[in-house]
């Protein structure tokens, strides 16, 4: 038994080192990018600092500021101190927020996380269950419904949707505040968990009705080709209703693509959230990163691009393995192909070989009609 | 929601204030009015300083740093007037600046402010590297318990203005994170910020000077659209909006335009195009805007209150100059505008004629035709670039107003004209505008304007010991009585247009007093006479 779990263990074991070596040549190379694209940028860091002070501020004191940030060094020596740093668990220090760039990330962050994590369960949720209702239903009034409103979302954009929310619920009816994580003037210590919900309600809607959109089309496409498959025509010949149909044959089918899709979507769902926190003061991470971007705050900005390229990877690594967990046929897939990739000798028992399910023929119409 | 639940509030704490207040055997206006005076203000007004509140890092420049307290002050005139000094001199030779202060000051954390603090604070900000620019300051020095001594590098009339923004630090309680925690002896201390969101502050009843009306006041950072959606519902006292919002009408509330020096005006190459260009390659001089009668026919033509009246709809004044209002400006430095007839006469005198009956003039081959740049994403400035190009037209002057972006008017400051907003209550500024010595720094003096005796001035002016004399130096300047002078009368360096109002909505109820004349910012400057501001209701 015990041999057995090592000989299972060792090829887990290389395929997170196989996938750790991918991220940290990933985080190389966004570093790299990133920097490059922040030296080569014609904004002078100096004059974004100054902004409307420039009539104030003289040739002396900018060349104390330029000191003080460390803007006389030549670009690749200044990219090595950083490198130096980072190695050692410093990313330096923001110059906007005048604070340690993992401070401001940590406190960002963690506003940001209630914000993206809600608007990605309710997006995840309420998209799978519209896209399995307009598959199960197609070619019928539900279903183009549905198609109708994901189609009409997906083209909408996210600072607009928030505008009109932010006009019909806050402005016009009242129900929702306008801004913030908190009610304004109140003191941290008597901010109610229900204060905080009812501040998140509007921005993690606004991001999650725009994250909905593809999370329905996906699943009502790999629903339509579920129930166009010979199982589900076996149950169905067995006499298994129609929502049995659907609960114990399509689901699990439908919930593979909806799943990794949602998972790779953190990088989208970021972007969105940049956009939302701006329209409704919400002091996120997006909104740090709209003022790194025009302070030309280098060392905020790059860690920001590392922490998301951590952050979306680890989302896309996780969606591979639920992914795997619920369609089997990944997991013979992936191993196959990193055999291949990190050793020449085929291993025949690294993993029992998974009968693969029968192939799904194209949705047909007909599997319908013979009802 | 929003009203009701507010009021009900306000009259809860306000209930408290009101017993508060009587205990200690003094009522001040804000609470009365049947107790329906609120204790807590709301301002939404912008400008978050997002690396915190740190005076030497810049906190606070604009004056009035809420939680410090300066040395000196300006009243609504602008005038300089004692704060955390007592007593202040400059030496003959205007290097040393001798300040006494007063010994009844405390920190917040109950700590005397002392001479050494003040040296501290002086000393630190001139080598930090932030926003406020003390590097005249050779050295701080506490002579004695409650007398510091600023030696300065060389003679700065303008150093007058860090006694009056920089906020004195605790020697003791500074470091890096006093930013996030400041302790000061200003009339307000810092309850609660959160980043992005909102800054809570309470009266600081240790305060040595007059007593705010409110006990707390809650500057929320908001965009303008939430801001202006937080003012209708009900939800802020005083919100700042731009000029073409301010016609939005909320119930309850009012439009207060405070007007500022935030000005716009057209500097004007001032010297001919001879292939001149500066170090880095970019051309100096434009043959028609060199011409003294060009510019000062342009002074003329322009109709300044049609300018205010159109594109700010009607939230601003007439600029002559750069440093209208404020106690260093000369009135007479101002010319007649509006007045095409006299703007084609002094052409005509000075031998510009339409020869080819195009409309436009030329004189010894040159067409009366420049470029004037303006920033492309500034609606304002667009709109004036415009509309004086349409005044310029009827009278033989071609212009032609581009909208281009920062990186590009860079590379042409020194050769087109260029419409551009300055605005400050240091006079530093103006130095800098028309200087010989500061033709082509930084954004300065983009029009390399030289003459020599408004060098001189400006030069007196700097190196003046006493206020006065300072202030004739810089009116001087602009005029000085006998037709010399960069303003529109003399040499005519810029075409100054208009002056902004800025745009407050403000409470019905919420007097705010006659607020200072405001400098370039929108926002933190109206805060300056925030403990005067009383509850009318």
């Known amino acids: 038994m015990a041999v057995d779990l090592l000989t299972r263990a060792a090829p887990m074991l290389r395929a997170l080192t196989g996938r750790l070596v991918r991220l940290l040549l990933l985080l190389a190379a966004v ?87 809600t608007a990605w369960v309710l997006s995840g949720l309420v ?6 209702l307009a598959g199960a239903r197609q070619g019928r009034l539900t279903d183009r419904v549905v198609c109708w409103w994901a189609y009409t979302l997906a083209s909408a954009p996210t600072f607009w949707v928030g505008l009109l929310l932010l006009y019909v619920f806050s402005v016009s009816l009242g129900w929702a505040p306008v801004c913030c994580a908190v009610p304004v003037g109140a003191l941290a210590e008597d901010v109610t968990l229900l204060d905080r919900v009812q501040h998140l309600v509007l921005p993690a809607l606004t991001l999650s009705i725009v994250g909905v959109a593809p999370v329905v089309l996906h699943t009502r496409h790999a629903v339509i080709h579920a129930l166009a498959g010979d199982h589900v025509a076996l149950a169905r010949a067995q006499g298994e209703s129609p929502t049995g149909v659907i609960v114990h044959r399509v689901l699990r089918h439908a919930a593979a693509p909806a799943v990794l899709l949602q998972f790779a979507a953190l990088g989208e769902l970021f972007g969105g959230s940049v956009l939302a926190e701006q329209v409704f003061s919400y002091p996120g991470l997006g909104a740090a990163t709209t003022a790194a971007a025009l302070g030309q705050d280098v060392p905020l900005l790059l860690g920001i691009a590392l922490f998301t390229t951590v952050f979306v990877f680890v989302g896309n690594q996780v969606g591979d393995l639920v992914h795997a967990r619920l369609d089997p046929r990944v997991v013979d897939d992936l ?18 070989a998974v009968e693969p399910l029968p192939v799904v023929p194209e949705p047909e119409p007909a599997g319908r009609g013979a009802r | 929601m929003g009203l009701h639940g507010r009021t009900a509030r306000a009259v809860a704490i306000g209930a408290v204030v009101v017993s508060a207040v009587t205990a200690c055997g003094g009522g001040t206006a804000g609470t009365t009015g049947g107790g329906g005076a609120p204790s807590e203000l709301r301002l939404a007004i912008g400008g978050e300083p997002e690396d915190g509140y740190d005076p030497t890092l810049g906190w606070g420049r604009y004056g009035s740093p809420l939680f410090q307290s300066t040395l000196l002050a300006r009243d609504q005139d602008l005038d300089v007037v004692p704060d955390l000094a007592t007593d202040w001199s400059v030496s003959d030779d205007g290097l040393v600046w001798t300040v006494d202060i007063r010994t009844d000051a405390v920190f917040t954390d109950g700590e005397p402010v002392t001479a050494t603090d003040v040296a501290y604070t002086f000393t630190t900000a001139s080598r930090s590297g932030g926003l406020t620019d003390v590097t005249a300051l050779r050295e701080a020095v506490a002579v004695d318990e409650d007398t510091v001594e600023l030696r300065l590098e060389r003679p700065q009339s303008t150093f007058v203005n860090r006694l009056v923004s920089l906020g004195i630090v605790p020697e003791h309680a500074h470091g890096p994170d006093y930013a996030r925690d400041p302790i000061g002896s200003g009339p307000f201390r810092l309850v609660q910020w959160d980043p992005g969101q909102q800054l809570i502050v309470e009266r600081n009843d240790d305060y040595y000077g007059e007593q705010p009306a409110f006990e707390r006041i809650v500057f929320q950072f908001t965009g303008e659209d939430a801001s202006l959606a937080a003012a209708s519902a009900g939800q802020v006292d005083m919100v700042a909006v731009p000029s073409q919002l301010a016609g939005t009408e909320v119930p309850g509330m009012r439009l207060v335009a405070v007007p500022s020096v935030d000005n716009r005006g057209i500097v004007f190459p001032y010297l001919p195009d001879d292939g001149r260009t500066t170090d880095d390659g970019t051309p100096i001089g434009n043959d ?24 700010l709809e009607g939230h601003g004044s007439p600029a002559t100059g750069p440093v209208d209002g404020l106690p260093w400006g000369e009135p007479a430095a101002a010319v007649e505008d509006a007045d095409p007839d006299r703007a084609e006469q002094l052409l005509e005198q000075a031998g510009w004629v339409d020869g080819d009956g195009d409309g436009v003039r030329e004189k010894a081959g040159v067409r009366a035709a420049f470029t004037l740049l303006y920033p492309a994403d500034d609606s304002l400035r667009q709109g004036l670039a415009l509309a004086v190009a349409d005044m310029l037209g009827p009278v033989g002057i071609e212009v032609d107003a581009a909208g281009e972006s920062w990186d590009v008017i860079d590379q042409r400051l020194h050769a087109d004209a260029v419409l551009f907003g300055w605005g400050s209550h240091d006079p530093t500024e103006m130095y800098n505008l028309y200087s010989s010595t500061r033709a082509g720094v930084e954004y300065w003096n983009p029009g390399f304007y030289a003459d020599e005796a408004v060098d001189a001035h400006l030069e007196a002016a700097m190196a003046a010991t006493d206020e006065e004399t300072a202030n004739r130096e810089w009116r001087a300047a602009q005029y000085d009585g006998a037709g010399t002078g960069f303003g529109p009368s003399g040499d005519a360096a810029w075409a100054w247009l208009v002056n902004l109002d800025h745009t407050y909505l403000v409470d019905e109820c919420l007097d705010v007093g006659t607020p200072q004349i405001e400098p370039h910012g929108h926002g933190w400057p109206v805060t300056a006479g925030i403990a005067g501001w009383q509850w009318t209701c």
């Not at chain 1, 196959?336 to 029992?352: F, I, Q, T």
């Open chain 1, 127 to 132: 998209g799978f269950g519209l896209g399995v």
């Open chain 1, 31 to 117: 570093a790299t990018a990133s920097f490059a694209l922040m030296a080569h940028s014609p904004v002078d860091p100096v004059d974004a600092y100054v902004g409307g002070d420039i009539a104030a501020i003289g040739p002396e004191q900018r060349a104390q500021i330029a000191e003080r940030w460390g803007l006389d060094d030549p670009p690749l020596e200044r990219f090595g101190a950083w490198l130096g740093n980072l190695v050692q668990g410093d990313l330096g220090r923001s110059l906007t927020f005048n604070a340690p760039v993992t401070e401001v990330i940590g406190e960002r962050f963690l506003t940001s996380l209630a914000l993206m994590a």
């Open chain 2, 288 to 311: 028609v805007t060199s011409d003294l009668a060009v510019r000062q026919a342009i002074n003329v033509a322009v109709d300044r209150q049609a300018l205010v009246d159109g594109v």
């Open chain 1, 335 to 352: 191993v196959r192909a990193r055999r291949g990739r990190w050793r020449r000798d085929p291993d025949p028992d690294v993993l029992p």
